[in-house]
Structure formats: structure tokens, C-alpha cells
T-cell receptor, first 115, second 112 residues
Framework: GPKVLQIPSHQIIDMGQMVTLNCDPVSNHLYFYWYKQILGQQMEFLVNFYNGKVMEKSKLFKDQFSVERPDGSYFTLKIQPTALEDSAVYFC?????????????FGSGTRLTVL | GDSVTQTEGLVTLTEGLPVMLNCTYQSTYSPFLFWYVQHLNEAPKLLLKSFTDNKRPEHQGFHATLHKSSSSFHLQKSSAQLSDSALYYCALSRGGNYKYVFGAGTRLKVIA
């Protein structure tokens, strides 16, 4: 089936540094999402993105976060500067349409550890 | 706001026994409900989702029925297999707010 690739699978950085998480969505999908999952807790919505713009973001999407997809390349989540509470698994997802019954296709996640 | 509750964190059962994973939700609208499954070191993927016409979705022997009266969408299977061991997420999505809300997940462990 369709696959979403996330690079890297693990990332360890020092607090205060910048990190970029990369996502290669399903090729014909137009809508992109990031979710955050702290160990032992549920996945929580961060942001969705379409046509070069953020459509919605949650309160978890702090000012230090940004997303972009320059020229149809990777969909990225950048955190600058990172904080200890940013340690989590970040899941990227994509969908073909913007509809409540639409299936999301997820990547395997990037485990971010901030020291 | 919208919420999804999965009461069991871990369910352990013997191969061949029936599976039932609980999911209840709260929403002021009529949402779509989903079950996603995540096997170890893999991406979460759709297992099944609710229909608007009250059909019962089924996939890989799993089924779930949306009961609006009780706001539930429990996942069931008549006979568990070892390969069913995974993390199962219940989620909802609704019109005008196209972001999924996930439950905490239930880890199903099937033993021989």
C-alpha cells in the first residue's frame, strides 16, 4: 500500500539546538499532518498543511515549531530551539483529500530525544 | 471538545479466544470513527472505519459497530491470532475539523 517515509528514525540532540524532521508523503497526496506522541501517552495533533499553508494547529504547536514543504520535496517539521519537553515520537501523515472520512497514511515515526 | 476513551491499556489473551477492545467517544457532532493498528516498529495503518449508512465495517476478521446511542465503536474479532498482537488506536474525525483525535491506545498481546 501507499507508504510515508520518515527520516531519521531516531534523533538525539542537546537542548537549545535546532532539529528538522523529514517526511516523504505518499506521492499524490495533498494534505500533510504532524502528530506528537510522548512515551506512554496518546498521539496528539500538532498541525496540518495544504498548498504551502498551515490549515490548523494545536496549542502544542509552539512558536518554536515550523513546517514547510519546499517545491514538493520533504514535508518538514523544524523545532528551533528545542526543549526537554519536545522529547517524543513524531508521526507524519498524509491524505489525498480534506474530508472527515478520509484515511490518513502514517510514517513509522521519528523518535526525538532532547538531552 | 472531542475525545476518545480506550479504557484498557493492555489486553492479554490466548490464541483462539474472542477479542473485544473498547472505544467510546464524545463529540458534539456526528463523527467518523476509525481503528488503526500499529505493529512493532511499523507505522500505524487503518484497520477499519465507520460508514454513514450503518453498515458494519470488517477487515482481516475484525469488525466494529458504531452505536451512536452509547457513543461506542468497540473492535471485535471472533478468534485471536498470534499475529494480531499489536497496538490498536481508536480515533475520530468530524466535518469542519479535519484532525483526528486519538485514544490512548490498547496493546493486544496474544499468547499461544
Amino acid at each position: 500500500g501507499p507508504k510515508v517515509l520518515q527520516i531519521p528514525s531516531h534523533q538525539i540532540i542537546d537542548m537549545g539546538q535546532m532539529v528538522t524532521l523529514n517526511c516523504d508523503p505518499v506521492s499524490n497526496h495533498l494534505y500533510f499532518y504532524w502528530y506528537k506522541q510522548i512515551l506512554g501517552q496518546q498521539m496528539e495533533f500538532l498541525v496540518n498543511f495544504y498548498n504551502g499553508k498551515v490549515m490548523e494547529k494545536s496549542k502544542l504547536f509552539k512558536d518554536q515549531f515550523s513546517v514547510e514543504r519546499p517545491d514538493g520535496s520533504y514535508f518538514t517539521l523544524k523545532i528551533q530551539p528545542t526543549a526537554l519537553e519536545d522529547s517524543a515520537v513524531y508521526f507524519c501523515a498524509s491524505s489525498l483529500r480534506w474530508a472527515s472520512a478520509e484515511t490518513l497514511y502514517f510514517g513509522s515515526g521519528t523518535r526525538l530525544t532532547v538531552l | 471538545g472531542d475525545s476518545v476513551t480506550q479504557t484498557e491499556g493492555l489486553v492479554t489473551l490466548t490464541e483462539g479466544l474472542p477479542v473485544m477492545l473498547n472505544c467510546t467517544y464524545q463529540s458534539t457532532y456526528s463523527p467518523f470513527l476509525f481503528w488503526y493498528v500499529q505493529h512493532l516498529n511499523e507505522a500505524p495503518k487503518l484497520l477499519l472505519k465507520s460508514f454513514t449508512d450503518n453498515k458494519r465495517p470488517e477487515h482481516q476478521g475484525f469488525h466494529a459497530t458504531l452505536h451512536k446511542s452509547s457513543s461506542s465503536f468497540h473492535l471485535q474479532k471472533s478468534s485471536a491470532q498470534l499475529s494480531d498482537s499489536a497496538l490498536y488506536y481508536c480515533a475520530l474525525s468530524r466535518g469542519g475539523n479535519y484532525k483526528y483525535v486519538f485514544g490512548a491506545g490498547t496493546r493486544l498481546k496474544v499468547i499461544a
